[in-house]
């Protein structure tokens, strides 16, 4: 049995579902896994999934593609990679409340916009305002990440970026009506998000016990499909006592299921998605286009 740490890049929710499925249900444990799932809220994120694998706290790690690119270009590079995308389709978006008549990107010039200082966040918001025909003009706050949510429901923010699979959710569970702007509507290409990275010299080392953790997850998100009543029983052990009081899992869990995959692709990757986002970074000057010719991600864990 091997033991193996995985990084949330939250507190547990519907994104970590079938890594809760496959740790409960005995999927790791047959592949001779013994899998820790490390809570950012142990720490109240005082240090990122990025930062756990490059210190070898982790594993594995939960974060926006956007991290592969940054530990591979920062100063003391880390040589990482994704292995597992979560979604297949980006179910993020930059939301308002409806009662705030902010009804496009462009009228958020001048508005607030609460920012989880991710790499490129402030930028592509920015970027999303003016391919709507604002200036970009934004007041951006850095509030303590895990409350983020909450600046836009107490009116501290006007914006903010969402999982239209999480706090969209628990925004229709409580009739908040909220106005929500994507990346793709406004001519932003984007990667996948939420993605599992490794480190390349991990895989090197554990290719076969990695694959297996790969083959496991993938059997957890696919679980989900027909197993909704059960799935939403083990997700209900992990959430906070704020989300089960405020979020209809059941609701997060089916809105979620077609962007899993299915059998042929849930967890791959595609190069000419990450490639289109990539470009895009480098043709607005942020990223240099070294990030082209890099190797950011792998399926070969999958064969």
């Given amino acids: 049995m091997i033991k193996l740490k995985l990084a949330l890049d939250w507190t547990p929710n519907i994104n970590h579902i079938g890594f809760l499925l496959a740790k409960e249900l005995g999927f790791y444990k047959q592949q001779g896994i013994d899998l820790e799932i490390l809570n950012p809220q142990d720490d109240n994120y005082a240090m990122t999934p990025g ?10 790690a939960i974060a926006p593609f956007e991290t592969v690119i940054s530990l591979n270009n920062k100063v003391n590079q880390v040589q990482a990679i994704a292995i ?32 989880y200082k991710a790499r490129y966040e402030d930028q592509i918001v920015k970027q999303m305002i003016k391919n709507d025909g604002g200036e970009g003009d934004l007041n951006i706050i850095y509030p303590d990440k895990l409350g983020i949510w909450n600046t836009l429901l107490t009116g501290k923010a006007n914006a903010t970026w969402i999982f239209d699979n999480w706090e969209g959710i ?6 908040i009506e909220l106005d929500k702007f994507t990346l793709d509507e406004f001519n932003i290409p984007y990667g996948y998000s939420p993605i599992v990275l490794t480190k390349k010299e991990n895989i090197t080392k554990h290719k076969v016990p990695y694959s297996e953790f790969i083959k496991a997850t993938q059997k957890g998100f696919l679980f989900t499909k027909n197993n909704l ?4 029983d083990i997700l209900k052990r992990y959430v906070t006592e704020y989300d089960l009081k405020n979020i209809d899992l059941e609701k997060s869990i089916s809105f979620s299921i077609p962007h899993f995959g299915d059998e042929s692709n849930c967890g791959v990757m595609k190069q000419e998605r990450v490639l289109s986002f990539t470009k895009w970074l480098v043709d607005k000057g942020l990223e240099d286009k070294e990030i082209l010719n890099q190797n950011l991600f792998t399926n070969e864990l999958f064969e």
């Fill in 51 to 60: 930062k756990k694998l490059e210190l070898g706290v982790a594993d594995f």
């Fill in 84 to 115: 597992y995308a979560i979604l297949q389709k980006d179910l993020s978006c930059i939301a308002t409340l409806k009662s705030s008549n902010i009804t496009s990107p462009k009228l958020l010039d001048g508005k607030t916009y609460a920012s």
């Fill in 229 to 232: 009543t059960e799935s939403v």
């Fill in 170 to 175: 628990e925004a229709s569970s409580k009739n």
